[in-house]
Every structure is written in structure tokens, then in C-alpha cells.
């Protein structure tokens, strides 16, 4: 039709028949069409939006260029669904969904454009299926996006070093931590440090006007670390020892500020262990969590190690720290979260690391176990659940009434936490409480025996798990059922309490 209205040099209506006489040249030879008037019409708009479609994906070919992805969307939206079969069109609308954060929305678009061999459809795919944990398919969508990149003889480096950290993710979920997850909540990035609630022997976490980054101090007061902008825009980690008249120059931990941006620092109780946040080698992604120990000896850092996963993400990880008094960890993370949020975990330490069997546990729950999508995942261990809420809500009341003498942890209800016997007004809900921390040293003791027994069943020949087997069946059994009296107990205690409380 368009080539056909270029030729047109005469255009005659015969009113009031709606007739038009049509005069053309095609090929040097004149040619006259009669036709109706809609017909015409129709063709004319038949052409004018031929053009404008031209000229709108145009348009959303250069916002998509200049990275608008946001302005661009709508016409490729439009687009695909006029043709849906459309591999370019398939790619830059999932392109833009992914850009602009509808991930769940770009993948058919994304793979279905990948399906059809467009070039840059792999490396979008890939980055999808890194953000929901699919390592696997992103390396395969990678390792295509290079091969069409070698082909076409264009450059590889940026594509090779993203495929690098896709399969250290792929390594890592094969070793992802065994956790208890008890809380997380969402708080302002800008001060997020407020949400931890660490003991005063845990040391101190704080933000300094004076300084960029984050600071910690040693329980004592006698040593800070923290993070600060070096002359070339870098965060660099430093630290100061308190002096008789003073604190000591700042000095850089050479060591470790090797690694592109490094901040949020960490230092446990040993005085050895320091946790600490870099985006540079061996980070899945913005922000990862690391540790390291000094060295005496040589006076410095040793080779850094990514903590792994559940802490560590495509998305940033930083300020991992452990309330040793408390057993109680924290970290932060901006996954899941708009740009000015970052929620805080709140987690049960492990004496030793656990990891999941990858081998023998279902894929979707360890990229559950490793995304943290659903804390409630994580709450295998009923009992470490609920001692673990205990000590997190008695950190919360003490912090904000202030810090007083604990024995123990018991919420009576939203208003009354008890630390001591004496905290009691009722003699009868004293009474069943010491009952209830009776039980519970039966039931450590009982726990510290299977757990035992558990290990040597491990390592043991057939004959010695033979043997071991009625021991563990009948410790299961009584510690299962020590739980339930000292759980009917908690509930007797408050019943009785709560009852004083309203007299």
C-alpha cells in the first residue's frame, strides 16, 4: 500500500456516488482505479499508521538505548501483543519489565525471545534466572550469550566476568547454611543501625557524622573499626587505638581494602574474628558478607571468606553481627526491598556450621533455605523458634525500659517481661516456674546426651548402631515429651500470673 500511494499523481471524486477515480503510474505505464471512498480511506489509514508504528518503534528503540526502560515499555508492550511471535519485540519488552523490576512478568517474554536466538536474550535470561536462583540455567544462558557474542566477533569481558559470579552462586547453594530465622523487619536504609539491639558486651554499632561508613568499638572502648571514603571515592576499612592522651591515627587495613568497596565492619569477642561487607572479588553481587582473622604473626588480615548463603545474595548483604551474650545474630539485606528499605534478620547462631544436603533435598527447598523469601522455612527446630522469640523479645523490652538483672526470660503478656523469681506476684505461677526451670535443665542434660549418642550412631559401624538405637528411640521420646510439660507449664505460669495481675 505504500509503495502504491507513492505513485499516486492524480486523485478525482465524483460526488455525490462516493466514486474516486484513481490515476497512477506504475513502471511508465498509466493506470486509472475506480473505488469507493471508504475503501480509500481505509488505505490511507492503513498507511498512516504503518508509519506511525514505524516512527513509535523507533522512538522506543532509542529510549530502550538511552536506558529509559521505564518510557519505553508501553510501545513495546503494544507491540508484542499486535505480534506476538515477534523475537525483537519479545526481547525488548521482557527486557524492559526486567529493567524496571517485573521479573515475574519479563520471564516469557525473555525466554521465549532466547528461544528465537536473539543475541542479548540470553544475558537478560541468565541475569533472571540468577536473581531467582535458577544458577544452573543462568550458566547455560551465558555460555550461549558468549558464544553468539564470538560469533558476531563482539567483545566478551563484561559477559565472561558476570558468568563468573554466576557459577560461584551455582558453588555456594551447594553448601547453603542450616538457620534459624526468628524475625526480620524493614527499616530505613539511611538508619538502619537503630534496629540492632546487641548487648554492651557484644560491643557497640554506631553511625559517626564525622565519618562515612559505620563504626564499631570494642566493648572495652579501647579500639574501633570503621568504614570511611579514601581519596579515590573508595570505601576502605580503618582502625584507632585508644591511647593515654588520646586516640591513635587512623590506620588502613591494607589487607583486606584490596577489595573494591569495603564497609560495615565486625569485630567478635576474641578480639581475632572480624565480619565485615565488600562488593569486590568474590561478592555474588553489590554487597557480601565476609570473615577474616588476624594474623599475629605477620601483624595482618588473613585471605578473606564469603560467608555463603543464606547471608549472602545477588542483592546487597552487609553488617553481619553476633550478640554472643544474647546468641543472637543480625544482618541486613536489600533484597526484596525499594531502594530507600533494607530489612534486618535476626537469626540463631550455630555452635558449628550446618549445611544442607544438596544431594538429597528437594532443589526448591534449598533455593527457599538459600533466598530466604519465607523466614517461617526456616523454623525446623520448634524449641531453638521459641527460646530463640524468648531472648529477642526480653533484648527489645530491656533496651527500651532499660537494662536490669536477668536470670531468665519469661513474657507474661505485651507488658510484663520477668527476669527474676522475686518478679512474681503470684506464688502459686513462682512455684510452677521453678518447676518449669527444673525441666529445663532436665532437658539440656537429656539434649546434651542424645546429641552425643546422635554422633557416635554417625560414626559407627552396623553392630555399634544396632546397639545404639533402642538409646536414641527412648532419649527422643523423653526429651519430645519434656517439651510439652515445660510448653503446658509456660501456659500454666501465665494463666496463674495474669489472673494476680487483674486483682
Known amino acids: ?35 469507493y471512498k471508504k475503501y480509500i480511506i481505509g488505505l490511507f489509514t492503513l498507511c498512516c499508521a504503518g508509519n506511525a508504528a514505524a516512527q513509535s518503534l523507533a522512538q522506543a528503540k532509542q529510549l530502550f538505548l538511552n536506558g529509559e ?22 526481547y525488548w519488552y521482557g527486557a524492559c519489565c526486567y529493567e524496571t523490576g517485573e521479573k ?64 560461584q552462586a551455582a558453588r555456594m547453594i551447594k553448601g547453603v547454611e542450616n538457620i534459624t530465622v526468628i ?80 564497609n560495615y565492619p565486625f569485630l567478635m569477642s576474641d578480639g581475632i574474628t572480624l565480619y565485615y561487607a565488600s562488593d569486590g572479588e568474590g561478592s555474588l553481587g553489590g554487597y557480601d558478607i565476609f570473615v577474616t582473622r588476624y594474623d599475629s604473626e605477620n601483624s595482618n588480615y588473613l585471605r578473606p571468606d564469603n560467608i555463603g548463603m543464606p547471608f549472602n545474595s545477588p542483592a546487597n548483604d552487609y553488617m553481619y553481627a553476633i550478640d554472643e551474650f544474647n546468641n543472637i545474630g543480625w544482618f541486613a539485606s536489600d533484597r526484596y526491598q525499594p531502594d530507600n528499605k533494607v530489612c534486618i534478620y535476626v537469626f540463631v547462631p550455630n555452635s558449628s556450621k550446618e549445611v544442607y544436603n544438596y544431594e538429597s533435598t528437594d532443589e526448591q527447598i534449598i533455593i527457599n533455605a538459600a533466598s530466604l523469601r519465607s523466614i517461617r522455612t526456616t523454623w525446623k527446630d520448634e524449641e531453638k523458634v521459641r527460646t530463640g522469640k524468648q531472648r529477642l523479645a526480653a533484648i527489645m523490652y530491656a533496651k527500651e525500659s532499660g537494662e536490669q538483672q536477668k536470670d531468665f526470660t519469661l513474657i507474661i503478656d505485651d507488658s510484663a517481661v520477668y527476669h527474676t523469681l522475686n518478679d512474681f506476684r503470684s506464688a502459686e505461677a513462682r512455684k510452677l516456674y521453678q518447676q518449669r526451670i527444673q525441666k529445663q535443665k532436665d532437658y539440656d542434660n537429656l539434649k546434651k546426651n542424645l546429641d552425643d549418642k546422635r554422633e557416635q550412631y554417625a560414626q559407627g559401624n552396623s553392630a555399634r548402631k544396632k546397639n545404639l538405637t533402642p538409646a536414641i528411640l527412648e532419649l527422643e521420646k523423653r526429651t519430645e515429651q519434656l517439651l510439652k510439660e515445660m510448653a503446658q507449664l509456660d501456659i500454666s505460669v501465665r494463666n496463674e500470673e495474669i489472673k494476680k495481675l487483674k486483682h
Open 1 to 35: 500500500h505504500v509503495q502504491l500511494f507513492t505513485h499516486i499523481y492524480q486523485l478525482k471524486l465524483i460526488p455525490p456516488t462516493g466514486i474516486i477515480f484513481v490515476f497512477l503510474n506504475l513502471n511508465n505505464t498509466d493506470y486509472k482505479l475506480t473505488m
Open 183 to 262: 524475625d526480620s523487619f524493614v527499616v530505613d536504609k539511611n538508619d538502619f543501625l537503630k534496629a540492632y539491639k546487641i548487648s554492651r558486651e557484644s560491643g557497640a554499632l554506631y553511625h559517626d557524622p564525622a565519618i562515612s561508613g559505620t563504626v564499631y568499638q570494642t566493648e572495652m572502648g579501647n579500639k574501633v573499626l570503621y568504614g570511611n571514603q579514601s581519596t579515590d571515592g573508595k570505601m576502605q576499612l580503618y582502625s584507632r587505638i585508644r591511647l593515654l592522651d588520646g586516640w591513635s591515627e587512623p590506620e588502613p587495613l591494607t589487607s583486606l581494602n584490596e577489595q573494591g568497596n569495603v
Open 104 to 167: 515475574k512478568e519479563a520471564q516469557p517474554y525473555l525466554e521465549k525471545s532466547a528461544a528465537r536466538k536473539v543475541i542479548d536474550a540470553y544475558r537478560y535470561l541468565g541475569k533472571l534466572y540468577y536473581d531467582i536462583y535458577r544458577f544452573d540455567d543462568a550458566v547455560d544462558n551465558y555460555e550461549q550469550h558468549i558464544e553468539w557474542l564470538e560469533k558476531k566477533k563482539r567483545p566478551t569481558e563484561m559477559a565472561e566476568a558476570e558468568l563468573e559470579q554466576i557459577k
Open 69 to 90: 526502560f521505564e518510557q519505553a515499555k508501553p510501545a513495546f508492550q503494544k507491540l508484542v501483543k499486535q505480534a506476538p511471535s515477534n523475537a525483537n519485540y519479545n
